[in-house]
């Protein structure tokens, strides 16, 4: 049984950071595409990032430059580390990878 669990989420004033990260039950990251979404109240979920098996990463427009998402094959999780975070980021995050969804984490930007 294939179970993702995103931690890390929290509250924080704009500028601030945080690192999210999802751990991985039931299969490998470093086999597949991972992805962290988000969704905020109101609006469609929206991708933030990619990192592919062979580690090529991408970013959504809005957090190019802020975000970094990386994989820790050891530990099987992929991590999302958000800096000079802005109110506007405020949402739930999901992970993805494969067919299969994690549950989330919110992540609230105070301005």
């Known amino acids: 049984q294939v179970k993702l669990v995103e931690s890390g989420g929290g509250l924080v004033q704009a500028g601030g950071s945080l690192r999210l990260s999802c751990a991985a039950s039931?299969?490998?990251?470093?086999?597949?595409?991972a992805a962290w979404y988000r969704q905020a109240p109101g609006k469609q979920r929206e991708l933030v990032a990619t990192?592919?098996?062979?580690?090529?990463?991408n970013y959504g427009d809005s957090v190019k430059g802020r975000f970094t998402v990386s994989r820790d094959n050891a530990k099987n999780t992929v991590s999302l580390q958000m800096n000079s975070l802005k109110p506007e980021d405020t949402a739930v995050y999901f992970c993805?990878?494969?067919?299969?969804w994690g549950q989330g984490t919110q992540v609230t930007v105070s301005s």
């Open positions: 990192i592919t098996s062979l580690g090529s990463t």
């Open positions: 993805y990878t494969s067919v299969y």
């Open positions: 039931g299969i490998i990251f470093r086999l597949n595409t």
